[in-house]
């Protein structure tokens, strides 16, 4: 239940990565036959996940993963865009909202944050008066879905009020990726981030996509590789596991949101019939983010322990984002939207391998943490 933190790999990736495991270890660099072949399975890829997203190949880049993608397009566009102005909310992931604050601790850029209500929805008018200030080159950053509360923005609305006020937008798009279909032909967007590990890929493999329009240099030196915009030799099993999860998830996706809607749905529903006083952070209706459910429980003498119990009991699930667990801190994102902190909170995210019946079974461990207990 903590699949917003990652996912089971599908056993479809875990055999294509091992077949070529098995038969190809050249490096893609290489111009004799076995880096050729190398180099083939990589563009195939990227050929594969440009069509999943209806743009260029030529605007694929392959990363380690969302946070580095996310830190190429912020830094990169500071330093090669001549941005001076970043907006964005208060509870953005920790690859984007920790990258801003470094640049402007750097005295590289002047934040400003655009409001959300308390569900966490942009205030959009707010980032229209915002983009309206004349402020110089401004990079637009906000999320397409929270990965603790679920709440979404709408991508076209908000990638066009940037092209009228000529900001770039950035979105980071990892908890999407693979869950909805995303036509970057039609969004007037800069840079969007993948992470493979999200949708039943490997850990360890993402992309940035970059506009054509956007020129930048490379985040990472050090070598000529993917167009020399990324030094290092290319994960080649990684590429071509996230190319096959991406296939695997657009090719049954409808099927796949309906079940996990059903989950989702399932889950609320038993909730509020089992344990009085339970209560949702963030969006729960049909516009957020259907893999996300962020709970509010009952104040319990030991609140504190809830995750910890859950775990002993066989249940995993989180407080909140994965990048933040060693932290006694509490929720950025719940506290960015102004949520009281008496109550404990807990993120459930679900994904095509969950089960209406492993809900009944988290419920029933649930409603049992809240009986009076026999002495």
Not at 107 to 116: A, S
Not at 190 to 195: E, Q
């Amino acid at each position: 239940m903590d699949n917003a933190a990652t996912t089971p790999m599908d056993e479809e990736v875990v055999n294509e990565m091992a077949n070529l495991m098995r038969n190809s270890f050249g490096n893609p660099s290489s111009i004799h036959a076995l880096g050729r072949e190398a180099r083939t399975h990589i563009e195939k890829s990227r050929k594969k996940i440009a069509e999943y997203l209806s743009c260029s190949p030529a605007e694929i880049f392959f990363t380690s993963g969302g946070t580095e993608a996310d830190n190429m397009a912020i830094r990169c566009a500071v330093e090669d865009m001549g941005v001076k102005r970043i907006i964005t909310t208060t509870i953005e992931h920790h690859a984007v909202s920790h990258t801003v604050e470094d640049l402007w601790h750097k005295n590289r850029i002047r934040i400003q944050f655009v409001n959300v209500n308390v569900q966490g929805h942009v205030d959009v008018h707010h980032l229209e008066t915002l983009l309206q200030e004349d402020d110089g080159p401004t990079l637009v950053s906000l999320m397409h879905a929270n990965n603790e509360i679920a709440t979404m923005i709408d991508l076209l609305t908000v990638g066009t009020l940037c092209r009228k006020y000529n900001a770039y937008f950035h979105s980071d798009t990892v908890q999407t990726m693979g869950h909805y279909t995303i036509n970057l032909k039609e969004i007037p967007i800069d840079f969007v981030t993948c992470s493979a590990h999200k949708f039943h890929g490997p850990k360890g493999i993402g992309f940035l996509y970059i506009n054509s329009h956007v020129k930048i240099k490379p985040l990472i030196t050090g070598g000529s590789q993917e167009r020399n915009m990324r030094a290092g030799t290319e994960n080649i099993y990684g590429i071509v596991g996230l190319a096959k999860a991406m296939e695997v998830a657009y090719r049954d996706l409808p099927a796949h949101q309906q079940h996990i809607t059903e989950v989702k749905n399932y889950m609320i529903k038993k909730l509020r019939e089992e344990i009085p006083g339970v209560d949702f952070n963030g969006d729960i209706s049909d516009k957020s983010l259907y893999t996300v459910l962020n709970v509010k429980f009952p104040t319990t003498p030991d609140s504190e322990m809830f995750l910890m119990k859950l775990d002993i009991l066989g249940i995993c699930a989180s407080g909140g984002s994965a990048c933040s667990s060693g932290s006694n801190v509490g929720s950025h994102v719940l506290a960015g939207i102004k949520c009281a902190g008496d109550r404990p909170s807990i993120r459930f995210s679900f994904s095509k391998y969950n089960t209406k019946e492993e809900v009944d079974k988290v419920v029933n461990v649930l409603k049992g943490m809240f009986e009076p207990q026999v002495v």
